[in-house]
């Protein structure tokens, strides 16, 4: 049997966390073959500490074979302590009448703190992936707060867009969802990302032209596929959960074990490339290997392109620059 991995979950007895946790313990992220410990974070209420532990207690009635042990807690360094994968998924919603500059500097201060706390603690290899919004600037905050931690392993995630890009093309092509590769989801994860299908192929053949149909990209499938969190909103009254926490098991699932070979949307700090500045957490095209991942460099940008990441990166930027004094 393989030694367990530390898995730390913050914001565990939230709607995302109850459907992510039961996955992870049952190796759907990690491996069939790889023991888990779960590390669990929640805020330091009664209500929130009692739901955590009712969530323990359906974990523990599960039995699963690969749950080598839990930890409930409100402290960021009890959870975080060798934790070589950290799913940041707990984060401040925006309460009535909060600006969104109101919410960005209240989550500056949550992941500050839970960057500072991973900078001590964690694992030095610790895989961090970032899900609580807005997840792009949240990961950048905590990975400016770790400075002794490699940069590259503070990830956000861009997956669920990714996916939802997928199964809107799927569709459109009268395509399976698992034949099209090469799909891209730049920037943000927030309505002004671009789901970009240029190069993307099914059978090795372009999608782009089997769809044919240029207004139906601009005007139909990136306005749907940024407002899709809105229509759950709309439809279900909640936010996005299931898909959500799917996307994060494929996330880490695809870091730590591979991709093969194939492109999956990742947010991770720049290194330049695109013209996007160094150490902005942006969605790139990559793949995954032996538990790293590589960006795919050196794709043609048309004007139409160009115009959207710069435009998701110019939020980006503006969110950076609310938060810059709080990172010294
Ligand atoms: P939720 O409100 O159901 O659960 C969040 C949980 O986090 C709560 O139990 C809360 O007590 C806990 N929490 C808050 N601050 C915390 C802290 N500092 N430390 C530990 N725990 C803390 O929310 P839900 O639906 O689970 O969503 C979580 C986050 O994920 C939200 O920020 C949401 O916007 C984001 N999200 C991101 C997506 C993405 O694609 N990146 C997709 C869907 C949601």
């Known amino acids: 049997m393989k030694a367990p991995v530390r898995v730390a979950v913050t914001g565990a007895a939230g709607q995302i966390g109850y459907a992510l946790l ?43 074979p690969l749950l080598a042990g839990m930890v409930g807690t409100d402290d960021p360094e009890v959870a975080f302590k060798d934790a070589d994968v950290a799913l940041l998924v707990g984060a401040r919603p925006r309460g009535p009448g909060m600006e969104r500059k109101d919410l960005l500097l209240e989550n500056a201060k949550i992941f500050t703190a839970q960057g500072a706390a991973l900078n001590k603690v964690a694992s030095r290899d610790v895989k961090v992936l970032v899900v609580g919004n807005p997840a792009n600037t949240n990961a950048y905050i905590a990975m400016k707060s770790a400075p002794d931690l490699p940069a590259k392993n503070f990830t956000a995630m861009l997956r669920l867009d990714h996916n939802r890009a997928l199964s809107q093309l799927a569709n459109k092509a009268g395509v399976a969802v698992g034949d099209i590769e090469k799909l891209i989801v730049w920037g ?81 700090p720049s290194d330049g490339s695109y013209g996007i500045p160094e150490g902005v957490i942006f969605g790139f095209p990559v793949i995954t290997k032996d538990g790293e991942y590589t960006m795919v460099k050196d794709l043609p940008v048309d004007d139409f392109s ?22 010294g």
Not at 306 to 327: F, M, N, P, W, Y
């Open 22 to 64: 039961f996955r992870i313990a049952s190796g759907e992220m990690l491996g069939k073959d790889q023991p888990v410990i779960l590390q669990l974070l929640e805020l330091p209420l009664d209500k929130a500490q009692a739901a955590l532990k009712g969530v323990m207690m359906e974990l523990e009635d599960c039995a699963f």
């Open 306 to 327: 160009q115009k959207a990441i710069d435009k998701t990166l110019a939020e980006l930027e503006e969110e950076r620059s609310g938060v810059s004094h709080l990172l």
């Open 188 to 268: 943000n994860h927030s309505p002004t990302m671009y789901p970009d299908y240029r190069f993307a192929t099914v059978g090795g053949a372009s999608l782009k032209d089997r769809i044919g149909d240029d207004d139906w990209n601009a005007n139909d499938f990136i306005p749907k596929v940024g407002k899709r969190g809105a229509a759950i909103i709309e439809a279900r009254g909640l936010s996005s959960a299931a898909s959500a926490a799917n996307a994060a098991i494929d996330h880490v699932r695809d870091w730590v074990l591979g991709s093969d070979g194939k492109w999956v949307t990742m947010g991770i």
